[in-house]
C-alpha cells in the first residue's frame, strides 16, 4: 500500500493520449497519486507524468492484487486500441475488485468516397490477402505483429517500425525501414513515391500521428489493407480527455 494521503489511480498507458492525460490530471488534481503504467514493449519510451512503471501485472489475477495492494480507487484504460488483452483484463480485475474503470477511447479513422478501403478483420486475414499479391506493400502494423505475415510470399514488403524487431521475428522476405512519427503529408507522400508503393497495409489505430498516410495513399490512389478493431467488453468509455478528468476528479473527490 502507498503510503500517501492522496487517492491513487492507476493509469494504463503507451499512448500519446495516454500521455497527455496524465500531465493534464498531475498538473490540476493535486490529491491524485497517479501510477502511469507502460507495458514494457518500447525500449525508449516518452516521458509520462505520474510515478511511472513498466511491465505487465500477470494476467487479471495479477492485476487485482495489485489494485487491492495499491488501495487503487479508479482506473483509467488508454491503452492502444489494439491492445485487447489489457483491456479485457482490466474489464475483468476492475470488474472481480470493484474498481471504477474509464476507458479513453482514440476514435478510429473513417473512410472517406476518396479512399480505397478493403477491410479485414484481423491481422492474420491481412496476410491472407497478401499471399499472391505481386506488388509492393508498405506495412505498418508494428514489429510485434510481424509474425503473422511470416509466410507470406509474393509481395516486395517494406515493414515500417519505429525499433528493429526482435531476433527471429522478421520475416525473411521484408525490409526494414526504421522511422518515428508523428508524420506528414508531404513526407508520407514522398516515401510511397520513392518506394513505389502499390499497397499500403495498417491498422486502424486511429489518431493523428500517423493518419497522414491516409491521406497520402488517398491523393495517390493507392489501396489500404486495413484491419479492424475487435469489438472490446462492455465498460464506460469516452474519447474525451476533459471529460476523463473530470470523471477522476469526481471518483476522487467522492471516495
Known sequence: MRGSD???VLLLAGTGEARRLASAICDTLPEVDLISSLAGVTSKPAPIAGTKREGGFGGVDGLCRFLEQESVVAVLDATHPFAEGMTRN???ACGKTGTPLLRLERAPWTETPDDIWHHVPSLADAASHLSGFGGR???TVGSKDLLAFRDVQGPTIIARMTEPPEKGIMPQNFKIL???G???????RALMSRLKIDLLVTKNSGGD???????AARELRI???????????????????????????????GS
Open 209 to 215: 500521428a500517423v493518419a497522414a498516410k491516409l491521406d
Open 178 to 180: 526504421l522511422e518515428r
Open 90 to 92: 482490466a474489464v475483468e
Open 6 to 8: 492522496k487517492a491513487t
Open 182 to 188: 508523428p508524420f506528414d503529408l508531404p513526407h508520407e
Open 137 to 139: 506493400a508498405l506495412l
Open 223 to 253: 489501396p489500404v489493407l486495413i484491419v479492424d478493431r475487435s469489438a472490446v467488453p462492455a465498460t464506460e468509455t469516452t474519447t474525451s480527455l476533459e471529460d476523463t478528468v473530470e470523471w477522476v476528479k469526481e471518483i476522487v473527490r
